[in-house]
Structures are given as structure tokens and as C-alpha cells.
């Protein structure tokens, strides 16, 4: 690894971290984080495929209110650099991702305590009308969130394509890495029931057992071609369903307004 891809993983981390609290660009989720990590390193491909199963890992994982959700932050970048410099299957960068999550979500509320003494500063800096000093505050403790994820893959970073990481990997259990990877496709069921929850779209659950059956017991298709049919199916859904009409809900729309409308209007 060149001084500047080696720049360009810690940047990428940093910003990972700190979109982990802004929840705004998204640059924290493993479809971005690893394909930006890819991208950076040479190989855009593996990230891409790598970004897509920790997606699916992670679909449902999220910050609601004080609970902590497993950081994806760190579990990308510092996964996506083990598989690509170091050469791994993705089988690996998935079982490796699902522990540094859990070890990122400590990290990140340790950090979130450190920020209170930022937050009391900031109070102090408020009342003498010290804006600057809010200022500095307020990325203070945001730049402490981008170094949690940053300093860890910096390190995996420096040591990845060695014989020390080969030697941490190897020294993982089959019967762990194993059990790892099972339980990495059980939180893929369980993003997606978490995501399904959230929605309450009981009309679309036949669509999902259709995917479900098509995707298991039909082996010639594709993620592609399953995407095609999806598609498909959405357009056809869209065009029956009567709520997507305004041909019929404007007679709906007239008989709420009652039948004296044309005479308020006179």
C-alpha cells in the first residue's frame, strides 16, 4: 500500500466515523463506506460486492434515541481493508465485520461520553455569546468520532498484507469464524424483518414471499434478474392497485365534499 492510498483509507475512515453521528450523508453505511474504500485501494469491484453483503447485515441497524446501534462505521473500512490488502475471501470481511461492529459500539459510547465535557464547554462558551468557541466545540467532539473509526483501520491498515494479520486470522477458531458467518446471515433476516416492521405494508408481504421462494428454490436467477422481477411486479402493482388512480379517487374526493358543492361555489 502506497503513502497515498494509505492517506486516502485514513480520510475515508475519518469521514465514516463522523457521518456515524450525523446520520445525514449516509458515508457511514458499508455500500458506501466499502466502495469508497475499494475505490481507494484499486479495487472497487471487491468493495462493491464486500459494501453489498454488509448492507444487507446492516439494513436495519439504527440509532433511536440513547440506544446505540452496532457501529457499521468501523466494521467497513477496517473489513474492507483486510479483504482487499490483505487478500481475503468476503466470507472473512463478513465474519471479521460483525465483532468490530459490536467493538465499534462500545468505542462510540465511550466517545459520546468523552463529548459531554464538550457539551459543558460549549454551555460555558453560550453564555459570554462565544460562538467561535461553540464552534470548536462542536467539531471537537465530531472529530473524536471520526478518529475512533480512523485510528483502528489506520493500524489495519499499516499492517494488512503482512504476516501479523495472516497470523490473527489464522489464529481465529474455524468453529468461530463458522459460527460467525452463520449468525452473519441470521442479521440478515433480521435487518430485513426489522425493515418490514418499521413499514407496516401488509399488502406488499406476498411480494416478499415471492422473492423469498423464486430466490431459494429457483437457482438460475440472479440478484439481477430477481431485481428485474421486482421491478416488474412494482410497475404492475402500481398500475392495478386503485389508490394510484386519480381517475378514481377524484369521484372519492367529490362525494367527501357533498353533493351542494357547485351551489357554495355559485
Not at 5 to 12: A, D, E, P
Not at 21 to 40: K, N, Y
Not at 103 to 118: D, E, K, M, N, S
Not at 135 to 158: D, K, N, Y
Request: aromatic letters at 8%; hydrophobic letters at 60%; a negative charge.
Amino acid at each position: 500500500m502506497s503513502i497515498i492510498q494509505l492517506i486516502l483509507v485514513v480520510l475515508i475512515a475519518l469521514v465514516a466515523g463522523m457521518a456515524s453521528v450525523l446520520d445525514e450523508r449516509q458515508f457511514h453505511r458499508p455500500i458506501v463506506a466499502c466502495t469508497l474504500m475499494g475505490i481507494a485501494l484499486g479495487d472497487w469491484k471487491t468493495g462493491v460486492i464486500l459494501g453489498g453483503t454488509l448492507e444487507l447485515i446492516a439494513l436495519g441497524w439504527m440509532n433511536v434515541g440513547a440506544a446505540m446501534a452496532p457501529d457499521a462505521a468501523l466494521a467497513s473500512t477496517v473489513a474492507a481493508v483486510v479483504v482487499i490488502v490483505g487478500h481475503q475471501p468476503i466470507n472473512t470481511g463478513t465474519a471479521i465485520a460483525i465483532p468490530l461492529a459490536a467493538a465499534g459500539q462500545v468505542l462510540t459510547i465511550f466517545v459520546r461520553t468523552i463529548a459531554v465535557f464538550f457539551q459543558h464547554q460549549a454551555d460555558r462558551f453560550a453564555k459570554d455569546a462565544n460562538f467561535r468557541g461553540i464552534e470548536v466545540m462542536h467539531f471537537s467532539a465530531l472529530l473524536l468520532q471520526g478518529l475512533r473509526v480512523a485510528i483502528p483501520t489506520a493500524v489495519v491498515a499499516a499492517a494488512a498484507g503482512t504476516d501479523l494479520v495472516e497470523s490473527w486470522l489464522n489464529a481465529i477458531p474455524d468453529v468461530v469464524s463458522s459460527g460467525l458467518q452463520v449468525a452473519g446471515g441470521f442479521i440478515v433476516v433480521v435487518g430485513y424483518a426489522m425493515v418490514i416492521n418499521m413499514m407496516n405494508a401488509r399488502a406488499l408481504m406476498p411480494f416478499f414471499f415471492l422473492g423469498f421462494v423464486l430466490a431459494t428454490f429457483v437457482s438460475d436467477f440472479n440478484l439481477v434478474g430477481l431485481g428485474i422481477i421486482g421491478a416488474c411486479l412494482a410497475v404492475i402493482y402500481v398500475q392495478l392497485n386503485p389508490r394510484f388512480h386519480d381517475s378514481i379517487q377524484a369521484p372519492a374526493a367529490l362525494a367527501k365534499v357533498g353533493p351542494n358543492y357547485d351551489n357554495e361555489l355559485e
